[in-house]
């Protein structure tokens, strides 16, 4: 199972998203409408275990939920 937060303001790259525990990094080439984000994002990234509130916020985030394979 993976953790899986929404890039809203920015594509991820350095520095724009925590990396400990940081498993998958989904960039799109341009912001688009994601009907799961219910806005438009930048792309994702997941995580093999949750973030805190105060790393989601400090990275602007949002929580997408878990992702099972």
Known sequence: M???YW???RPAMPGAVPTKN???IENFNSRAYS???GREVWG???YSE???DKQVAEY???KGGEVHD
Do not use: H, I, Q, W
């Open 2 to 4: 993976r953790y899986r």
């Open 7 to 9: 890039l809203t303001l």
């Open 22 to 24: 940081l498993e998958c």
């Open 35 to 37: 009907e799961e984000a």
């Open 44 to 46: 994702y990234v997941e």
């Open 50 to 52: 949750p973030l805190t």
């Open 60 to 62: 602007e985030l949002v």
